[in-house]
């Protein structure tokens, strides 16, 4: 149905597009039971000690201000992050402010976490519990000068609301964002939200959602520092507002993040090495270019234990989900893996246990024929 559509969605204003995606899953017409496969059960798996039916999430920035978030579990996402969301009710960026880039499967974004703000959004959950796992993704607003303040006064609203926080220290549309990636400044961040947990007796996970451009060096000090400070997860990543040199489309220089496929093997590349130094000491949630199932085993295989997209469903429609378990569990039976979870992290292993992983599957083959 959705290639049907797409011409139509396409030749809407991007955020147009949006809107109407918000307003129709607001109707919530299609039954759970259109988006289910048969043999999930291979997919089932933990997200920070809590039982997943599947592990693709949706990313946050679709469903910004938590408005649609049973809906979306629905088309059978296995958990959902909503937001970023801010301390105070934010327009974002003058428009236009989103891009497609269709000769790339990409999007640009400059949206600037336009959001209904803490107090609407803590509201609307209390009243609509989640009928599945939910994160909230927390930034600051634009014109605060001490960001650190503002994911603290996040994380006290909103905790009690989610299953986890994401702490939003990557998006390229927020001045001095990023400089959060800074060892210090990491540090100082981390110190306040731990403190925070412990006097008002804060026991959810924390995840912190990082950029795709860091610098190689800076990965190990990143996963000492979040070790130390016992974060629960890193999503890996948000979008980048480099690598645009091979892009095709006319519009590749409008200013903002860009997602997609450009930024597939970028985050994948990012997700091994964070993987080989974390040694699965914290949850990897990986982020970009995902819109199959065979891109989504390349992010699980490189050590991502669970995935999120979002780009994707903008390209492949609402039935990518469904798609994606499906093609999933095939690789799964075909390669003789029980479980998913099974799955993480093997494309890092040493050559020679790959060699030998690959050997057993043509042996596998061979007796199947």
Not at 95 to 114: Q, S, T, V, Y
Not at 124 to 148: A, C, M, V
Request: charged share 25%.
């Amino acid at each position: 149905m959705f290639s049907i559509l797409k011409p139509y969605i396409f030749s809407l204003d991007p955020e147009t597009a949006h809107d109407l995606a918000i307003k129709s899953l607001k109707a919530n017409f299609l039954p759970e039971s259109f988006f289910s496969v048969k043999e999930e059960e291979l997919l089932e798996t933990n997200l920070f000690n809590q039982k997943i039916k599947n592990p693709i999430g949706l990313a946050a920035g679709f469903d910004k201000s938590a408005e649609v978030y049973n809906s979306i579990f629905k088309l059978g996402f296995g958990f959902v992050e909503v937001g970023t969301i801010t301390p105070k009710k934010q327009l974002g960026n003058p428009k236009p402010r989103i891009f497609r880039l269709e000769k790339d499967e990409a999007l640009i974004n400059r949206l600037g976490f336009n959001n209904h703000g803490s107090e609407i959004v803590a509201q609307r959950i209390s009243e609509n519990k989640p009928q599945g796992i939910l994160g909230i993704n927390i930034g600051p607003n634009k014109e605060t000068k001490n960001k650190s303040e503002d994911f603290y006064i996040c994380l006290s609203k909103l905790y009690s609301y989610a299953d986890y926080i994401t702490i939003n220290i990557s998006s390229p549309n927020t001045e001095g964002l990023r400089d959060f990636h800074e060892e210090n400044s990491m540090i100082k961040l981390l110190e306040g939200l731990n403190k925070l947990k412990k006097n008002k007796n804060i026991d959810k996970p924390l995840a912190i959602k990082l950029s795709p451009d860091i610098d190689e060096k800076e990965i190990s000090n990143i996963v000492e520092i979040i070790i130390k400070y016992k974060i629960n997860g890193v999503i890996i990543s948000n979008t980048t507002n480099q690598n645009r040199e091979k892009l095709l489309d006319s519009k590749k220089d409008e200013a903002g993040g860009l997602s997609g496929q450009p930024i597939k093997s970028i985050s994948t590349n990012l997700i091994k090495k964070f993987y080989k130094e974390l040694n699965r000491k914290i949850t990897i949630i990986g982020v970009g270019g995902i819109d199959s199932g065979k891109s989504a085993f390349e992010k699980i295989t490189a050590g991502a234990d669970v995935i999120q997209l979002y780009t994707g469903m903008v390209y492949r429609g609402p039935g990518v989900v469904k798609e994606i378990k499906k093609e999933l569990i095939s690789i799964l039976k075909n390669d003789k893996i029980k479980n998913i979870s099974d799955a993480v992290g093997i494309n890092t292993w040493p050559l020679i246990l790959q060699e030998l992983y690959t050997f057993r599957k043509i042996l596998w083959a061979k007796d199947a024929n």
